[in-house]
C-alpha cells in the first residue's frame, strides 16, 4: 500500500507520486516493478530482497514493544 498525503493532488502528481514510490521501495523502474511482459529474475530477486528486508525491519520493531 502506497500512503498519498493529505493535501489535494492532481491525478498526475498522485501516479507519479506513486511511481515514485515504487521505484524508490524496490530499486527497480515502475515499469520493471509492473512486469507487462514478465519479470527478469534480477529484478524479482530486487524486488524479493526489498520485500525480505522490509519483514525483517519490521520483526526487530515488533520484538522490541
Do not use: C, H
Amino acid at each position: 500500500m502506497i500512503p498519498f498525503s493529505q493535501k489535494q493532488k492532481s491525478k498526475d502528481e498522485a501516479f507519479d507520486q506513486a511511481v515514485q514510490s515504487i521505484e524508490k521501495r524496490f530499486g527497480v523502474s515502475f515499469w520493471e516493478y509492473m512486469g507487462l511482459e514478465g519479470r527478469t529474475e534480477e529484478v524479482q530477486e530486487k524486488i524479493n530482497r526489498a520485500l525480505r528486508k522490509e519483514t525483517f525491519q519490521l520483526a526487530s520493531t515488533y520484538e522490541k514493544e
